[in-house]
């Protein structure tokens, strides 16, 4: 099974979902050692003694994050629906098989969210 009727751009829904839950669940972290080692490498030795705030990834208020979680709920259910409209428009499901792997899969990210 391929798909292809929207030539595969249904992936970048899903590629800005996971960016979005990637600073949700980064917010505001203390960079690693790896992170900041590639910044001094950057800007110099002393950077994170001149920015100490540096030392951290951009700190969203707690209103964005809710409201980037709403996004991405929207956006993963944008990605579903995407994928599964494809492979059914592609002849690669059946409109009974759509319509059962469609549920199946908005089930699944009901219990995840």
Not at 37 to 48: A, L, N, T, V, Y
Not at 73 to 88: G, N, P
Not at 99 to 106: H, P, Q
């Amino acid at each position: 099974m391929s798909g292809g009727h929207f030539s595969y751009r249904q992936f970048h829904i899903r590629e800005i979902a996971e960016e979005i839950e990637s600073i949700i669940l980064n917010n505001g972290r203390e960079k690693d050692e790896e992170e900041l080692r590639e910044e001094r490498k950057i800007h110099g030795h002393d950077w994170h003694d001149k920015y100490p705030e540096d030392k951290f990834l951009h700190k969203h208020s707690d209103e964005v994050i809710e409201e980037f979680k709403k996004g991405l709920k929207i956006l993963k259910l944008a990605s579903i629906y995407a994928q599964r409209i494809d492979w059914l428009l592609s002849g690669d499901d059946s409109e009974k098989s759509f319509l059962e792997r469609l549920k199946n899969e908005l089930s699944n990210l009901s219990n995840e969210i």
